[in-house]
């Protein structure tokens, strides 16, 4: 007789800023359920084409294969029954359809880890985050070190130009901030960058005067 192992199905939200190791936190967990034997599907949103395009790769250059796919609707067809552990990563850049999406493969008994950006780079809720971490059973925010203080930061600083809500990869566009150092308006984000290159400047030596 086969053994069907009961499986209640849940939700994972790992969310957080920029450089807070929200993939590598993802993919750490997908690497676990593979060595369990258990089935896992990766998939991404299609827009993210900055590293490769069937390969979900962390900033710290860990990998494993993911599909690329446009839409929310796409991943519901594309799951196979016999799989287990489904991972998304940049959840933040699919439709509103993906709480449903999420929703109903927890339904199904599957083990659902998604990850992705909790604040746009205003630091305003980026949807549809808050709902995922809503109806998710398991919510883990991940915290980065500010590049001005050092202390943990959970906001992503927007460092040069462009229009779009989170523009894709580029680390040399943002920095993790604190609260203290966050600052969404761009003229501000310049000067901050300016005194912290004047602060970075190493100190004139006071020279002693040679005594006689
Ligand atoms: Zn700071």
């Keep these: 007789m086969a053994f069907f192992p009961h499986r209640p199905g849940s939700l994972e939200v790992i969310c957080g800023s920029m450089f807070s190791g929200k993939s590598e936190e993802l993919i750490r967990r997908l690497r676990l359920a593979r060595i369990a034997h258990q089935r896992v599907q990766v998939f991404k949103p299609a827009i993210d084409t900055r590293y490769a395009d069937e390969e979900l790769v962390s900033h710290s250059d860990f990998r494993i294969t993911a599909r690329a796919v446009a839409t929310s609707g796409e991943i519901l067809s ?71 203080c050092g202390d943990p930061a959970n906001r992503s600083q927007r460092i040069k130009g462009g229009d779009a809500v989170v523009e894709l990869g580029a680390s040399d566009r943002y920095e993790a901030r604190c609260r203290r150092h966050f600052e969404p308006e761009e003229d501000r984000q310049m000067e901050l960058l300016n005194e912290r290159a004047l602060a970075l400047r190493p100190p004139k030596r006071k020279t002693k005067p040679i005594p006689e």
């Design 78 to 148: 594309q799951v196979h029954d016999l799989t287990v552990v489904i991972g998304i990563d940049e959840v933040q850049f699919f439709d509103a359809g993906i709480v449903e999406v999420c929703n109903k493969l927890a339904n199904q008994g599957k083990r659902v880890i998604v990850a992705g950006l909790d604040q746009d780079y205003r630091g305003r809720p980026f949807p549809p985050m808050p709902e995922l971490m809503a109806v998710g059973e398991y919510v883990t925010k991940l915290l980065a070190v500010c590049s001005v």
